[in-house]
């Protein structure tokens, strides 16, 4: 009797194991049997930068596809990439959506983390940054998958199984796994489907995350935009800035952030934090790319007064302590109207590099300067509180106004200010009359827009009229 129970659980465990290592990931065996992947010629491709491209040999290329004229590749031509061990399909490259990684591309592509990273070359997940160009095969008999649950949820995986009728060693088999144990906690579990357009391979927590503009600029606003599954808290950070998220519609979540004239180029810093009301947590940190903008220079000629240092510092602190406030109520909506009336002349635009009394003191344009070209009149470009209302060195005769969170608007060198601190101010009420106050060379209406504590160039929010 122990003789043949010991013979079973022998012929028990031996079948387990076969089972077990026959569980590989989608498409795994199609590419150790397959050749080498190919690309498709586009428009605009030479040899010399699609050897670039996918880091084979250009001689090899030339070779491997029996090219006689390396200067003659028609579009749409199918080359053989060689050299490229363990990839299969046709090659294309992509821009990195944000939230991407190994895992979920291997899934959504159906190629091995390794595989994928020895071929982009990735070290390091600061490699792996949005809109960052990305190599990926795409299988003539791909599968479609999508994110049916988290493994943060308090279910284990046999009844996660249960729950949607399948087995644990299938969920192990979509999730590129050899075993059911090896599943770590918050990273999200994938069913393959049969639907056309499958959702993002983030989390079941997570609808859709969008970052816009695809290229941060210095001067841009960066905006995020988070569709969730059921109502959620969130937080965030850039490049150790908190972020203010408001909701724009029915789980639908929206935070700005400012990159001013002189922000760093290179990669910044982006977290991301979601409680659903469940309870779970969805968290993504990844860079962000930001890019240099191109401005112009002015060299100017003002009073020495209003370059004093101790001046200078002091009304920066006084400012800055009130713009870093946030008001968790939005009373402004896009487009802002423009702060005087037409004809509309502008005098100096945004993050103009100025050289003040041949070098006594440098600094860039914070705003646009609009000189008199109608009347004196100055207008609320959009709803707020003013939260300013004030003469100071530099600035002259000054009002901010609060139109919530994080937005503020700034108007200098006024000769009157009609509002006090406390007012709330509708889009177009007549609130000041422009003037020379302050650091000016002549009467003009200075203007700039703050997001969550950078100033930006205006003309990212402000009406078309107003250039």
């Known amino acids: ?22 569980s590989v990931a989608p498409g795994q065996q199609l590419q150790e049997d ?10 605009g491709d030479t040899l010399a930068t699609i050897a670039a491209e996918f880091g084979v040999s250009l001689d090899e290329l030339i070779s491997v596809n029996g090219i006689q004229n390396p200067n003659l590749i028609p579009i749409g031509t199918e080359l053989i990439l060689p050299g490229m061990e363990g990839i299969s399909g046709v090659l294309t490259t992509i821009n990195l959506p944000i939230g991407a990684t ?14 994928l990273a020895k071929v982009n070359k990735i070290a390091s997940p600061s490699q792996m940054y949005q809109s960052a160009r990305f190599i990926v095969p ?14 943060s949820s308090a279910l284990t995986l046999l009844e996660q199984s249960a729950l949607h009728n399948t087995n644990v060693w299938q969920i192990a088999k979509d999730n590129r796994q050899n075993n059911t144990w090896s599943f770590l906690p918050g990273r999200p579990l994938f069913r393959r489907t049969t639907a056309e357009a499958q959702s993002p391979l983030l989390s079941d927590i997570v609808r859709s995350l969008n970052i816009t503009p695809d290229a941060l600029r210095q001067g841009s606003i960066m905006t995020i935009e988070v569709v969730t599954t059921q109502e959620a808290d969130l937080q965030g950070f850039f490049q150790g800035r908190e972020l203010h998220f408001y909701e724009s519609g029915a789980n639908t979540y929206i935070a700005h952030q400012g990159l001013n004239a002189i922000h760093p180029v290179g990669l910044n810093e982006f977290i991301l934090q979601i409680t659903p009301s469940d309870g779970r947590l969805f968290a993504i940190e990844q860079y962000l790319p930001s890019y240099a903008t191109a401005f112009g220079v002015l060299n100017l000629t003002v009073d020495n007064a209003t370059l004093d ?8 602190e006084i400012i800055g302590n009130i713009i870093s406030q946030i008001t968790e109520e939005k009373y402004w909506s896009l487009p802002f109207l423009c702060p005087l009336e037409a004809p509309i002349c502008v005098r100096d635009w945004y993050g103009t590099n100025r050289n003040y009394n041949n070098g006594t003191f440098f600094n860039f344009h914070t705003g646009v300067d609009y000189g008199v070209c109608a009347n004196l009149n100055i207008y609320a470009p959009a709803d707020g509180v003013v939260a300013v209302s004030e003469e100071f060195t ?3 005769l000054a009002t901010y106004i609060d139109h919530g969170y ?48 950078a100033q930006v160039n205006p003309y990212n929010w402000l009406s078309s009229d107003c250039q």
């Open 1 to 22: 009797m122990r003789r043949r129970t010991y013979l079973f659980l022998c012929f028990f465990a031996i079948l387990l194991a076969g089972f077990t290592n026959r």
């Open 309 to 316: 240092m101790p001046a200078m510092r002091s009304e920066d």
């Open 102 to 115: 190994l895992h979920n591309l291997s899934i959504e592509y159906q190629v091995a983390p390794d595989v």
């Open 138 to 151: 795409l299988q003539e008999d791909r599968q479609m998958y999508e994110i049916f649950t988290d493994t």
């Open 394 to 396: 530099v600035r002259g």
């Open 406 to 453: 994080g937005i503020y608007s700034a108007i200098y060198h006024q000769a009157q200010s009609f509002v006090k601190v406390g007012d709330f101010v509708k889009a177009g009420d007549l609130i000041g009359e422009i003037g020379s106050t302050g650091r000016s060379t002549g009467a003009h209406l200075h203007y700039e827009l703050i997001v969550n504590g």
């Open 34 to 43: 397959a050749g080498d992947p190919t690309y498709i010629v586009q428009p």
